[in-house]
């Protein structure tokens, strides 16, 4: 609950498209929103907020928003901002990497074992956010 009024947070992607780490980005914010926490989340795709979509801007700007940057441009978290949208965490794929330099993402379309890894570690660190915030988790579905 976030001012006594339960919001869903909102997960920004980059949407780097034809790069391995945007791929990550994508894939880990699909696990968030869709697997594991899709009762307190909406997945907004970066792409629209750039072309100015009316819907999901009111959900900026209503709502928290975890970005996930897939390089150090930051587009996700500027857009938001961009648009009157808090900020409640930024996520980097490149962050994440450091912290797991063991793995070697690759694949566009598809990610590799390493990618699809690396997207699970960003997805955990993006529920932890999430639980943090005060959203009761679903019990036992951190994997």
Not at 111 to 131: F, H, R, T, W, Y
Request: with cysteine; net charge negative.
């Amino acid at each position: 609950m976030m001012n006594g009024v339960q919001k869903k947070i909102a997960i920004v992607p980059c949407s780097g498209i034809g790069k391995p780490y945007g791929t990550v980005s994508r894939v880990a914010s699909y696990m968030v929103t869709e697997d594991y926490r899709s009762e307190f989340t909406k997945l907004v795709p970066l792409a629209l907020l750039v072309m100015g979509d009316e819907g999901y801007g009111r959900i900026i700007a209503e709502s928290p928003a975890i970005t996930i940057d897939g390089c150090p441009q930051a587009c996700a978290t500027k857009m938001v901002l961009q648009c009157g949208g808090t900020v409640l965490r930024e996520c980097s794929v490149l962050g994440t990497n450091r912290n797991h330099r063991d793995l070697k993402p690759q694949g566009i379309a598809e990610l590799n074992e390493d990618g699809e890894k690396l997207a699970s570690e960003l997805a955990q660190e993006i529920i932890a956010v999430i639980d943090a915030c005060g959203q009761p988790s679903k019990g036992g579905d951190h994997a």
